[in-house]
């Protein structure tokens, strides 16, 4: 193999660097509700991916047989994300009933 392609935990790392500090960007940035979920979602992903990357190349398969610790962790995350996406958009629709919109900073007029 070339070693010009030869891609390693790094450039993974470096791209979920990438991933968290976008998620990070658009959290603080985001006014709209959805955009901080999708923020979030960028997070997540980061993370699934740091799991996936260090399975493969920190902890290498046993006797020819793959780990799937990493795997699995990577699953989870993504159900728990897709859990916290139903939960966090009923939310914003039922907000969207009571307030006719879904800007952040009209939250802070509700009482609790």
Known sequence: MN????IGLT???LVSILLVA??????????NAIGVLIG???VLNAAG???VAFNRYAWPSKDGVLLA????????IIVLAAAEAAVALAIFLN??????????????????
Do not use: C, Q, W
Not at 95 to 112: P, W
């Open 3 to 6: 070693p010009v392609f030869d």
């Open 11 to 13: 450039h993974f790392l």
């Open 22 to 31: 976008a998620g990070i960007a658009t959290m603080l940035t985001k006014r």
């Open 40 to 42: 979030v979602e960028l």
């Open 49 to 51: 991916l740091n799991f």
């Open 69 to 76: 610790d990493g795997m699995l962790f990577a699953i989870f």
């Open 95 to 112: 907000f969207y009933n009571n307030v006719n919109s879904i800007d952040i900073e009209a939250a802070a007029e509700l009482n609790g």
